[in-house]
């Protein structure tokens, strides 16, 4: 089928100010978005300039704006986009961080604001000779958080982040979330100060544009519900 | 262009596990920077899916040496083994540290790490499937990926994200550092340094079917190649059986773990044919052969070139294929296997709980690489004379555990336990090490290569190069091969690397230049078919991976030995090493 591409382009080194291009490709229905910006890279415009890895959607590099929503590239078909985009497919970086170039943003200020919740397993007891313990249900309560890629589509998809970029955004909270309800880790008070800042989870207007973008299904809104009902109550319910 | 210094004592190239383990060792003793052209979570360990090995025996009896002895029957008698044991040994304390720092396995009823069966793991040498895969749903390698990083950020390494590490500096036999292109900028970064450590990964894009994300393209094997330095085993090359038909994108084993069968055009689950005993959880190798047999007979679906992966449950359940013959349910799949599930949705558009699902086999994994020792110190030649200061891990590396066909589950077994052995190396050795001098201008032969690529005026295209390869090695270096197909791939490699020479890009800028980067992967690529190709062509027998249709026997009499190859003037030059065998000497392999 042919594919009529719409695609933001900025490059600082020489445009004074972002333009659109448009490209006309051959593609299968079933190509991925993906392979049309390859195609438009590989035999059109080298210039084109995106970050891709897996192409299957685990690695979280090719998260951009397709038809106005934040998407991986690699993850929506052709076809679907195309249909959704009355013929023609618009790809947009994401907003919220300063454009590098095209489709490339500047990922600094989205790891800072995760590196803030402190991401990783807090336990100052000494480790047992085995595993830990933790039953099947204690396992399942952080599950749907432990899938979180850092592809930044739901932060940058936030209103509240758009509005004031402090806003630590709802894949830090992921991530805090992740931590804060593994029975293993011993560091929730600590997170749980640094989500009650200024900066943290009060921000969430619960818009449910993360939920809508996350590409990996994770019911974000619900995981910053509990975080905020967790510094509320100070329980982890 | 700018060019930047920095003296480190220790320099790691890649952010995968291997990376990511050898840099949290290292970087507790000495000044350690870790290098990746990625952001350290897109790197494609976070792709691997559905386990890693320890016999830890959580679920039914299991013992270490039963674990060394199937790698060692998986790679078909090339693994050197006293490294299998090491790492049999090695795998359960890396699993409980993997654990302790958080990683989310899944679990058994009583809270211990629950486990899985997978291709080729068996009890009592051979017997029967075994659960020795512990896993985190079908994201295993995520967790892996995510959690190691996060003992990064805890541990504050010093990342350089989104360098893309184009040389390393070799003088007079010892490491000097490396150089970079910072991509953001197109700067050029000299890393001074007493070690390099190299965990770039593989090199999959060689193949046009492919599991391995795009920016797998060889980086490391090929720089060092080009250093005069050795390859090891680089003939064998593993293609995954259950790629989705055309995509490539892995289904992982542990669908087989978990009872799916393998079907062809008249219905039959043909691995019963091939190997009676483990069936659909044979050896890779043998399975992908197994299916381009019977694809060659006629008996691919419609006749085409695919079979069917069956996950359905009633299709387990009808085979009885579940561990223990137990009953499956879509839901209890759905829990097991969320994503690869999900894949078969969105790329395909069917439902793999009402619809078989189309496979081929598809490029996977290099068993070859830089050739190390156990410590992930690289060597030189064939009496095993370490580089100083040069490190490798992971699937870079042949150490080799791997032989010539590896296990599931063992490439992240190989990551976690000789990348955390190479970090700790490579600290002591930095420990006592000084620095050796930067020869003069270290940063020339990139400068000299960025500026002939931005300034070349050929008609040569880099993606076009790059397709005719993919397809050549697809063609003539993949599953079956023999010698006049071999060099037909030998004299297109040389033909493609004389018109490389003369390509010409668009993006002339210095900024986050990817058509630039992709054109000096290319050169990579192209090294690493040569080496792949010719690797292949020299061994005239079949073993694990390696299927010469023209010698379809394995000859232990001559080739019981792994292969290095050089390239020096442009010509290739072979040594052999041989096997450490220390408990098994080979026999035949049946599953």
Redesign the interface.
């Known amino acids: 089928m042919k594919v009529r591409l719409r695609i933001q382009r900025f ?4 445009d004074r100010k972002p333009w659109w291009g448009e490209y006309e490709v051959e593609a299968e229905p ?1 190509d ?1 978005v993906l392979d049309a910006l390859h195609y438009v ?3 059109i ?3 084109l ?13 090719d998260a951009m704006r397709i038809n106005g929503r934040n998407r991986l590239a690699c ?1 929506v ?1 052709v076809r679907e986009a195309m249909e959704e985009g009355r013929g023609v497919i618009t790809v947009q970086p994401l907003l919220g961080l300063p454009v ?2 095209d489709l ?1 943003v500047d ?1 600094e200020p989205f ?1 800072a604001n995760y ?1 803030k919740v ?4 807090i ?1 100052d007891d000494p ?1 047992p ?8 249900e ?2 399942e309560r ?2 749907d958080t ?2 979180c ?2 592809c930044a589509a739901c932060t940058t998809s936030c209103p509240s982040f758009w509005a004031n970029r402090e806003y630590i955004g709802p894949a830090a909270i992921v991530q805090a979330h992740r ?1 804060i309800f ?1 029975s ?2 011993q560091g929730a008070t600590e997170r749980l100060r640094v989500l009650n800042e200024w900066f943290g989870v009060w921000r969430c207007r619960t818009i449910f544009n993360c939920v809508e973008a996350c590409p990996r299904g994770i019911n974000i809104t619900r995981a910053i519900e509990e975080v905020k009902l967790a510094i509320l109550t100070g329980r982890l319910a | 262009m700018n060019v930047h210094r920095h003296p480190f004592d220790a320099v790691v190239v890649g952010a995968g596990g291997a990376g990511l383990m050898a840099a949290l060792y290292a970087s507790k003793h000495v000044k350690t920077a870790v290098l990746s052209k990625l952001y350290p979570t897109r790197s494609h360990t976070g792709t691997a899916q559905g386990g890693i090995a320890a016999p830890l025996g959580n679920m039914e009896e299991d013992r270490p040496e039963w674990y060394a002895y199937d790698t060692v029957k998986g790679g078909d008698w090339l693994v050197d083994q006293d490294a299998a044991e090491l790492m049999a040994y090695e795998s359960i304390e890396v699993i409980i540290e993997l654990e302790h720092m958080g990683l989310p396995f899944d679990r058994t009823p009583d809270g211990k790490i629950a486990q899985r069966r997978f291709g080729g793991h068996t009890r009592n040498f051979g017997e029967a499937p075994v659960m020795r895969s512990c896993h985190s749903a079908d994201r295993t390698g995520h967790m892996i990926l995510q959690t190691l990083y996060q003992q990064c950020i805890k541990q504050n390494v010093i990342f350089f994200d989104e360098f893309f590490v184009t040389d390393l500096i070799l003088e007079d036999g010892t490491v000097r550092g490396v150089v970079a292109i910072e991509i953001a900028t197109g700067d050029i970064h000299v890393f001074h340094s007493k070690a390099v450590l190299f965990a770039t990964g593989g090199a999959g894009r060689i193949y046009k079917v492919t599991s391995n994300a795009h920016s797998l393209t060889g980086d490391g094997m090929a720089i060092v190649w080009r250093k005069g330095l050795p390859l090891e085993d680089m003939e064998f090359f593993q293609f995954h059986p259950t790629g989705i038909y055309k995509l490539g994108i892995l289904l992982s084993e542990a669908a087989r773990g978990e009872g799916a069968v393998l079907i062809n055009d008249k219905g039959e689950r043909f691995m019963e044919r091939y190997a009676p005993t483990l069936k659909d959880l044979a050896s890779r190798d043998v399975i992908s052969r197994a299916i381009y047999m019977e694809i060659r007979e006629g008996r691919g679906i419609g006749g085409k070139d695919y079979v069917y992966l069956d996950f359905r449950p009633e299709t387990i359940n009808r085979f009885k294929s579940a561990p223990g013959g137990m009953e499956v349910t879509a839901e209890y799949l759905e829990r097991k296997l969320p994503d690869i599930i999900e894949f078969v949705r969105v790329y395909l558009g069917i439902d793999p709980m009402r619809e078989p699902v189309p496979i081929q086999p598809t490029a996977h994994y290099a068993m070859g690489g830089i050739p190390t020792d156990v410590d992930g110190r690289a060597i030189r030649d064939e009496h095993n004379t370490p580089v100083p200061g040069l490190y490798a891990a992971g699937e870079v590396a042949c150490v080799s555990v791997h032989g010539a066909n590896r296990l599931g589950t063992n490439s992240l077994v190989d990551l976690v336990v000789f990348g955390r052995r190479a970090g700790r190396h490579m600290a002591e050795y930095c420990r006592q090490a000084d620095f050796a001098p930067l020869p003069p201008e270290p940063e020339a032969f990139t400068v000299e290569m960025v500026e002939r690529i931005r300034n070349g005026t050929g008609k040569e295209r880099a993606p076009i190069l790059r397709n005719e390869l993919q397809d050549t090695m697809q063609t003539h270096v993949s599953v079956f091969r023999e010698a006049s197909g071999l060099e037909t791939a030998i004299d297109k490699i040389r033909e493609l690397q004389e018109r490389y020479r003369h390509i010409r890009i668009d993006d002339k800028g210095y900024r986050f230049n990817t058509d630039l980067l992709e054109a000096i992967e290319l050169g990579f690529l192209l090294d690493v078919a040569e080496a792949t190709a010719f690797s292949a062509l020299n061994r005239t027998e079949s073993r694990g991976a390696h299927y010469r249709e023209d010698y379809p026997k394995r000859d232990d009499d001559n080739w019981l030995k792994h292969t290095l190859i050089w390239r020096q003037d442009g010509k290739v030059t072979f040594a052999y090493k041989p096997v450490v065998i220390t408990k098994w000497p080979p026999k035949e392999r049946k599953y």
Request: charged share 35%; proline share 7%.
């Open positions: 490059n600082p080194e020489k079933v991925r890279k590989w035999y415009d080298g210039t300039t995106l970050r891709r890895s897996c192409a299957h959607g685990i690695c979280g590099s993850k078909l590098i170039k490339v990922m790891f590196r402190l991401p990783y397993l336990n480790p000779e085995r595993e830990r313990l933790q039953t099947p204690e396992r952080y599950d432990t899938k890629i850092l931590f593994d293993r880790d």
